[in-house]
């Protein structure tokens, strides 16, 4: 009777073992297929979407071994001015998982894919379009004239791009990062922002930066060109607040490219020393 029982139990346990090893040999197979064959919809190489630029330093290590870790990658083109038919193309960057040798490609061209969407202010001008996401570059696309124009010319993260219609203009506006002031080893939005302005009209970038204060926030004065800038203060980077950090507001002439205080100075101190409960004059 005990030899009938070790028997079945043995039995159980082999059965058992055969059970995980058919299912360990299936998981093997299906691994070694999705290594064989090329992915469905995809490039072979194994990227993401990212929203930074590895910094300049890790850059330099990687072109002196003729390695590469990130990739442009264009987005739909949005058509921006149907007038002149011009599309603005942004370009995003693509994470490798790991370096790959550079390898010099021919040029494909553009695809002249279309899309606009938007919203009306009656405010002198008309902001028309809001591009969200995180941006690489900015190409300008004129089929009519067979004209393509690359914005920047350097390492640089885009962001918001917006676009209003003037009476005899249409500008593009949008916050970018240039350099990795938090070194955490990346360009993107945790770092310092400035603003910038692209002309349709004069192809012109006026580009807008007061030190190390980053920009927060802006909006177009009624029925002007000029602006109302908000800048984070910069000298409280390294101090903790319970709200956001201290900010101040300029004003940027667009026609003379002049960044001037809106509060002046003594007003700024009269504030302070009412906040402080000291006498003011």
Known sequence: MKI?????????????????????????????ALEILPDIGSSRRNTTITNSLISEEKVEALNQENLRLQIISYEIPRLIDTVN?????????STLDKPETVVESADDGLMALLDTYGSVRKKGYYERDYFDGLFANLIVYKPTANKTLLLFNERIMLSGISTYDFKDDILLVFLTAEKDTNKDGLINFKD??????????TEK???IAEGTNSI???????????LLI?????????????????RKIMKYEFETEKLS???????????????????TQ
Do not use: W
């Open 4 to 32: 009938e029982k070790i028997k079945n139990f043995n039995q159980v346990i082999l059965a058992i073992a055969g059970i995980l090893g058919l299912i360990l040999l299936v998981a093997i197979m299906v691994v070694m």
């Open 85 to 93: 038919v011009v599309y603005i193309i942004p370009v995003s960057v």
């Open 192 to 201: 310092d922002k400035n603003l910038c302005i692209y002309s349709l009209k």
């Open 205 to 207: 970038i006026h580009r």
């Open 216 to 226: 927060t926030d802006y909006q177009f004065i009624e029925n002007s060109k000029d």
């Open 230 to 246: 908000e800048f984070s203060l910069s000298q409280y980077n390294d101090v903790k607040f319970k709200s956001y950090k201290p």
């Open 261 to 279: 205080e809106v509060v002046p100075a003594n007003i700024q101190q009269q504030m302070q020393n009412l906040v402080e409960g000291r006498q």
